[in-house]
């Protein structure tokens, strides 16, 4: 049976912002949100200052449970090495066929493991990647949000695009709805609140 649980990573600074649209999205339409962290029993603390325990830790997530993993920004990916497990995990879940959604910072942390090499993405900007070293600039894609299969990436003023093409993939809306929340939350189109609910 196909699996509703999806994995949200959080660390310490990440950025709460950029996936709320996403988790309140498919909880509301049936999927369940579990948080992963390096430790479960240590809370960390987001950039707004909210705190979270971690529902269970990055070493005990498997991607066959999983119907997604999404990673968030935060200022510790460009600050060394403490989130590189968390790119780890999201090569673990590419090679099992299994869809990861990266925003911001953590597009950087993925470009460093050597996932954006192959596949079209985006970011906050080209150059902001190119500064990792990684192989994939020839693949970077001016656009609010990207899906090159199972890897969905979004610059950090994009949180709504993002949820887009997380919705759309996990296939928690049809196409004509989907169409209409992203008119309603992203374009402010009054109409679409009736052809979302209706």
Known sequence: METKTVHLAVYDTFADWETGHSTAWLARTGFTVRTVGLEA?????????????????????????????????????????????????????????????????????????????????????????AATGYGGGSRYTEADAVTDGDLITAGPTEPVAFAREILGRLSAFDAAKLGAWFRLFHDSDPAAFEELNA
Request: glycine share 10%; proline share 7%.
């Open 41 to 129: 029993d240590r809370p960390v603390t987001s950039i707004g200052g909210l705190r979270v325990l971690p529902d269970l830790t990055l070493e005990d997530l498997r991607p066959e449970e999983s119907a997604l993993l999404i990673l968030p920004g935060a200022d510790l990916w460009d600050a060394g090495d403490e989130l590189a497990p968390f790119a780890r995990k999201a090569s673990e879940f590419l090679g099992a066929g299994t869809p990861v959604a990266a925003i911001c910072g953590a597009t950087a942390g993925l470009a460093r493991e050597g996932l954006l090499d192959d596949r079209r993405h985006t970011s906050a900007v080209s150059f902001y990647l």
